[in-house]
């Protein structure tokens, strides 16, 4: 496989073309497990920059923002931040799951997934999840992450998040590309038990913007599963990244190339641990970033 790799980009190469980035992307389980899921926990801090402190070297938070009663259960709050990364060369927004959310997954509401709406890159998403990530960026995101790209011109965008985070981190890293703010060639999004944001277009629309986009999936975490991949046509974007079992360092896990592939968490029979689902790479995602990072 490597040296069929190696001809390609020789070919390519010889023909003065340039390959495409969904080729040159490699998942890395270290820029997962450490500085990625740093990210996605310290949305969930009152003060994410104690995170920034202990995770990164020359990091400094632009600003959190939060936004009130924000989705379908009442006083719900919506929340994300952007920072930037000096010795990472690195501009970050990241974005954290909702009690809100989490009460609705634990009782089969499917409430928030019946609506949807058009999305710029093309396809649907859930309205829930297009409203909660619109607001956020209105309230103050937007002009953070544009006075970060003057200051910092050619610094990548890493993008995360958890749960519910994790569908507005992908939706921001679509909307970032689509809005033409950044190449897509720039962005990294890496997101934690990411439950289904669009339909297949989206997906597919979404595929074709991001060349490195991984969807960490944690044994049998129900909320990846949510909804049913037969419900109202929703459909995962790639690639899938799949732990089983446990997620200790040197642990296995299956980078699976289809947007649903049965190789990875789609293959399992029953999906319903939200323990799975509030621990990645063995840490209490919330409850990790609220003490820091520590």
Known sequence: MLKLLTLFCVVYAAHGLVLPASILATYSDAFARTQMLALASAAYSSNPQHCLDSKFTNAQ???QIYVKNCALVN?????GYTAVLHNDKAIVISFRGTQGFFQLISEANKSIFESQM?????GKVSKYFGDAFSKVWAAG???DFAALLTQNPGYEVWVSGHSLGGSLASLAASYVIGTKLVDGSRVKLVTY???RTGNKDYAHAHDAQLAYSYRVTHNRDVVPHVPNEDFEGYYHNKF??????????GAKYTVCNGDEDNGC???LWITTSIDDHLHYF?????????????
């Open 75 to 79: 006083n719900d709050v919506c929340s």
């Open 282 to 294: 063995e840490k209490d995602i919330s409850a990790w970033g609220d003490k820091g990072c520590n």
């Open 193 to 195: 038990g990411e439950p």
């Open 118 to 122: 058009s999305w710029i890159a093309g």
């Open 265 to 267: 968490s789609d293959g």
């Open 61 to 63: 938070l632009k600003r």
């Open 240 to 249: 899938e990244v799949y732990y089983r079992e446990n997620m200790k360092n």
């Open 141 to 143: 995101m937007k002009d």
